[in-house]
């Protein structure tokens, strides 16, 4: 008897013996075993209907799943868009070194790490990002890796110390917010939390402590906000523990107490990580006055994003005090299903997953059908790696979403829905659940909602890690527990969907945005934006921009407006010369194009498109083809593998790029990329295929001279390794600090003398550049 | 009630549309593929994962045709016919869609269509074949194999430099297989085969020179119906092998008797007479086509009044027609070589566009087929491949080289043969489509090709995964019949494979559904054992 067989029955006891649990079961599976056991899936097989094939199939399409064993702690490094140009690879490449890991292995000898890479942890304003098990390290440099994993060994086992505090609720001083989006819990607001709790409880002062939303402005996380009754709130941005007793202290009058316990609280916590640990004491006292931080939020719209920052994502009475729910109050008063279908068309909303299909024409096909059994699905499925919409939606106004939902369950005579989200966004999985629960308690959902007669459920998918199942019909492909290969529409979900039912899938922004549309009128809703893009649109603000985040803003607004009044321009003083919108189906739009508006249309006609809404900004240092290279390699990763013009026509084509961007280009392989990305976007079954050429598309529209030079054995801004080499020029002083970290030992100790480097030896790896005190390190 | 219910079906069913493919209107019933419309109208669209059992999937992308309302190409075998709909199967782009998607897919095929040696061979002789029967002791057999292709095996078995044990994959990790001594043993111990029954086409043709070339194209056109007459200056035939060669190395009475073979086909040979410019033009005049394999001989320009260069007499290079359409020409007339074996596969080429051009088609030669090659065969590999051979040494004939094989040896040397043809040779849609479409496989060698791996234990199917082109039949069909294991996809994107789940061996993966996968199989992935 294998250990694993009382569990295995107890699985399928618990979640069913059928395909469409065969992807919750091998994700308990794996959250038990830390990997999938084959003797484990042998013994499925034989229990349940699932058969051998069915899950070899499943378990080794999706990224999340592990067939082999993996060490005792997982170090993740992401390599998302804004990771990739602030260095990831370097990163990657330097903890391998650490770990002493050969080619193809990527568990060090001790069993004690394993190494991977992940397509988005969601975190892109700390790029570069790495994850050991559950702890975030943001803004890490390639010579940090030995520090960070002490760090990690010295606060290993010590984790979840913190205390629940309730507050009393009277008798209030104030209020004192954190931010608790995942940007916020990854750069420590977590341990900030348990040090304003600390401080709080022992000083036994009378305030409310309130846990919110992402607040967008995920550049100055961790953000607090000190509200007292009386007078201005403060909002303390890159807050570290340390500084927690003295923001407190100088707006609250602590009792007598508190003196007393002053030295005791001089105990700073120490399982802080990112920023303090790398940066030097850096905090900033910024007021919503101050003209940065007005100008990052004021020029902004929030409707998907309404009361950012101000409500506690969980707290029902408080959504509820801000117009939350009035509008299905409203639906369900005095609209017809079919009014409602007919305010959304008129409302002019487009999907806000990529495609831009009209939601109302949607409805309105998924409302004709005439089935019993119908379908509603939240896609939650944010596979862009340099986008985290969904996720902060989901994570900071998850009852937004559900009344978004429930409005289109009403119109389209649905009465079963699903939220597929991600398995790498567990607090938004949490979120929701919980909100969930919370509107059955208040009869919100479930039988006969609000006294209307209307029934509506909903159940959570955790999606296992595939950018494919983004696609409609992929996602409902993984819902049935199948392989998230897409098929051909016709037949369309609307007609023929999840389980061969009529199904409406719409993306979670799109479903945050509907309750605003019933609540204000339709006309309102309509006036902002753009004539054929109507409304606003969230963008995660990411790259070489000063001020990054979560950005909700009216469609039409110019790339310009963005990065430089939202964005606060590029950042350290560099020339703007690219923004990637919409990732990796998405394009490069030059810097000479800054004023076109963000649309559906406009961005198509530039080579981009809307995508999810990533937007990640390229600097003058940022090489096109190296850009071009990086958005392949994803998705030549993520493409599922069925059609022939995507499995094989997008690994060709990285082919071509690996082979321009080491040098070993050819005349001829431009214009046969070219050939062979119109094929590829022509020939492929489903979105992801037909708009994988676009980031090459684009960058060989408006950068092909870039291309042309890499031909020639040269990367114009010396970021493709294989066609640069490393030097030291006369500003060298001798002073060793590039011999000491150098990981390869490529620069002879020579004290006082002007260094070389053994180009023989040197890996690229950029540590002895970034080392220097005095730019004598050249790249060419 | 229930009968109007009943009525009522039918009725849906029976809904007919109207669509126009290639400008031609047609009525299908509505809910048909646009694929199947088009071929009720006996158009051909080429796919491969498309199979008559099985639910559409739209993998392969081959059945591309464009929709010439929207301009879009779109996949026919699983878009569905719709009224008004006007398509298009064989437009510009279509086609260029169809060779781009076979271009892709035989950039991740690697596998030999044909053995290297075969290709290599001047004759294309299928050496592989002759491998196998040497190596069951079948010699009669091997040799109608050889002289399906070689018309002299006995003497080039002596005289050939052998180029195919030049591109023998075994020679990249060992040495060649011995593949010139057994076809001289073929030539000289196999019963000729028996030739009757031939049906007379009641034409003629002159064949002038009776040396290799002639005699080659003599005897195929023999045996194609075709009353040959073979003129030749020397009393004898032979030519260039009768007066240039030691007779230690081709003992005259191996010569006599090869040529006695083909005679005997009832070729008329008349000897003995130089051919003078009014006997040429006799000759043309009394036969139906002329070849002329005369050799290397300056004046022959002249005598046949043919376009030539300095080399020799100019004529196409794949049907070896002469600036007079009547004429072709073989051998050595076109360019001095002193490769027989060249000139002997000439004159079986020769044959297919003297026929064609008798039978008044397009004259185009030897139908020559598309070969997907994957380059030299490394050392991992060579493992894999003797899972289908032995590991021993080249054999040499005790009694040297001269003397040539015994049986036994022969047999012993032909079972090293790695038998790199592919078993799906005759049965491949990808071979079939990409001669169609004259698809290039290098046009997408941009990146490392994959190692070949081999699986044979199974009793009656082979499973060479390299080959795959993932289109899914074989998980779709083991999933039909239930196979308890049955076939899976592995992983995704371009390193997707298919396999058994758990790596159960393949016996285990296809149990009763072996034979039908196999057979199921668009290329040869899986094939049949035998």
Known sequence: MSEYFTYIDQLIAEKGSTKKSLIPILQSIQKKYNYLPEDALRYLADRSEITSAEIIGVASFYSQFRLHPVGEHMIKVCIGTACHVKGAVQVYDAFRRELKLKEGINTDEAGKYTIEKVACLGCCTLAPVVQID??????????????????????????????????????????????????????????????????VNESGLRVSLKHVGCVGMCHQVPLVEVVPNEGEPTLYAKVKPEDVKNIVESHFQAPGLFAKLKNKLMHTVETIQTDRNWEGVERYEISMREKPVASFLGNQLPIATEYRGMINPLDINEYKKRGGFSALQKVFESYSPQEVVDQIKQ??????????????????????????????????????????????????????????????AYATGIHHGYFYIRAEYPLAVKRIREALKICHENNLLGKNILGTGFDLDFQIYEGAGAFVCGEETALIASIEGNRGFPRIRPPFPAESGLFGKPTLVNNTETFAQIAYILREGWEKFAEIGTARSTGTKVFALAGKVARGGLIEVPMGITIREVIEEIGGGIANGKKFKAVQIGGPSGGCIPAEFADTPINFESLQEMGAM???????????????????????????EESCGKCTFCRVGTRRMLDILENITSGKGKQGDIQELEKLAEWTAKGSLCGLGRTAPNPVLSTLKYFRDEYEAHINGVCPTGKCSHLIKYSVNDNCIGCTKCVQKCPVDAIPFTPHEKHSIDTELCIKCDACRAACPVDAIDVK | MKL???????????????????NTEIEVEDGTSVMKAAQSMGIDIPNMCWNDELEHFTSCMLCMVKNSGTGRLLPSCSVKAVEGMQILTEDEEVVESRKTALELLLSEHVGDCEAPCQVACPAHMDIPKMNRLIAAGKLDEALEVVKHDIALPAILGRICPAPCEGACHRKTVDEPVSICLLKRIVGDDGVEPNLSGIEK??????????????????????????QVTLFDKNEKAGGLLRTAINDEILPKEVL????????????????????????????????????LATGALAENAEVFGLKANPKGIEADKSTYQTSDEKVFAIGNVLRSSRLAVRSVGQGKEVAHSVLQFLNKQKVLGEPRLFNSRFGRLVANEYAEYLKESIDTKRTLPKSGVQSGFTRDEAVAEAKRCLHC??????????????????????????????????????????????KCIKCGICVRLTEKYTERFGFTYIGRGFDVVVGVPFEEALEKGLTGTAVKVAKSCPTGAISLKE
């Not at chain 1, 083809?625 to 392949?632: C, K, Q, S, T």
């Not at chain 2, 009525?7 to 669509?19: D, E, Q, S, V």
């Not at chain 2, 490392?448 to 199974?458: D, E, L, N, P, Y």
Request: proline letters at 2%; a neutral charge.
């Open chain 1, 134 to 199: 559950g702890t975030t390290y943001g803004h890490v440099a390639s010579d940090q890796v030995e520090q960070i994993i002490e760090d990690f060994e010295s606060i290993k086992g010590k984790k979840d110390t913190g205390k629940a505090r309730k507050a009393d609720g009277t008798q209030l001083q104030g209020e004192i917010r954190i931010g608790l989006g995942s940007c916020c819990v990854a750069s420590g607001s977590k341990e900030i939390q348990e040090e304003v709790e600390a401080v």
């Open chain 2, 421 to 466: 043809d592919c078993r799906a040779i005759d049965d491949c849609k990808l071979r079939e489509y990409s001669t169609y479409y004259q698809a290039d496989q290098k046009r997408f060698n941009t990146g490392a090709r994959r190692s070949i791996t081999k699986q044979v234990s199974h009793g009656s199917v082979v499973y060479e995964p390299q």
């Open chain 1, 347 to 408: 409302s002019g909303i487009r999907g806000r997953g990529g495609g831009g299909f009209p939601t109302g024409i949607k409805w309105e096909a998924v409302r004709k059908q005439n089935s019993e059994v119908k379908y509603l699905i939240c896609n939650g499925d944010e596979g862009d790696p340099g986008a985290f919409m969904d996720r902060m939606l989901l994570e900071s106004y998850p009852y937004r979403i559900i009344e978004g939902m429930t409005i289109a």
């Open chain 1, 610 to 636: 809307m995508g999810s809404g990533g937007l990640v900004v390229l600097d003058e240092t940022d090489c096109m083809v190296d850009i071009a290279r990086y958005f392949l390699s994803f998705t030549q």
């Open chain 2, 201 to 226: 086409t009641g034409k003629k043709v002159a064949v002038i020179g009776a040396g290799p070339a002639g005699l080659a194209a003599a005897y195929y056109l023999q045996l194609k119906g075709i």
């Open chain 2, 4 to 22: 109007v219910t009943c009525n009522m079906k039918l009725a849906t069913i029976r809904k007919m549309i109207k669509l126009k493919i290639n």
């Open chain 2, 256 to 291: 006599d008797r090869e040529i006695a073979a083909i005679l005997k086909t009832g070729v008329l040979f008349e000897g003995g007479k130089a051919i003078s410019a009014e006997k040429y033009a006799e000759i043309k005049s009394g036969y139906d086509a002329v070849v």
